[in-house]
């Protein structure tokens, strides 16, 4: 287990932003593994980072205070500590966007070949489902492009 691992997602993110904005101070370093910090925020909040026991690091923000979360704090302060674990990290944030937009892309195209695919009555019960939970511009905007007429 890493720190990153053991951090939520969007402490991670956040973390990384921290870093990024420079928001680590006062890095000291105790030995190999472990280090303290402080880190801007709302306040300033204390960091204690253990890199062999990661969830024995600690934070007294709001929601580290006094449980094994590891927090943005945390997570800030591993990045300035190890500097290529934020390179590596931001590599594979950039990675896993570039997958999901290919698979975005992909499956647009799916889409537009199922449509082709789809009877008339099928389109229109889609196009009428999509009038009724879409926004309601969408609707105004059909009528406005197209020439809807009283039959
Ligand atoms: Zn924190």
């Known amino acids: 287990m890493s720190i990153i691992t053991s951090a ?29 910090s402080v880190v801007s925020g709302n306040q300033d909040y204390d960091v204690y980072l253990n890199l062999e026991h990661p969830r024995k690091s600690t934070c007294n ?25 934020a390179k590596d990290f931001e590599e ?3 990675r896993l966007q570039q997958e999901y937009e290919e698979y975005e892309e992909k499956q647009y195209e799916n889409v537009i070949k199922y ?14 489902y999509v009038f009724d939970y879409a926004p309601e511009w969408i609707y105004a905007d059909f ?7 009283d039959s």
């Not at 923000?61 to 674990?85: D, E, M, Q, W």
């Not at 449509?115 to 009428?128: D, N």
């Not at 009528?143 to 007429?149: A, E, M």
Request: include cysteine.
């Open 8 to 36: 939520s997602g969007s402490s991670c993110w956040r973390g990384f932003d921290y870093y990024k904005c420079k928001k680590v101070r006062n890095v000291k370093k105790l030995n190999n593994n472990e280090y303290t």
């Open 143 to 149: 009528i406005r492009r197209n020439d809807v007429k």
């Open 115 to 128: 449509l082709h695919k789809m009877s008339k009555k099928e389109l229109i019960e889609e196009l009428v």
């Open 61 to 85: 923000c709001p929601l580290a205070n006094g449980k094994r979360i590891i927090c943005k704090h945390i997570v800030a302060t591993y990045f300035s500590v190890v500097p290529n674990s």
């Open 92 to 94: 594979e944030q950039e």
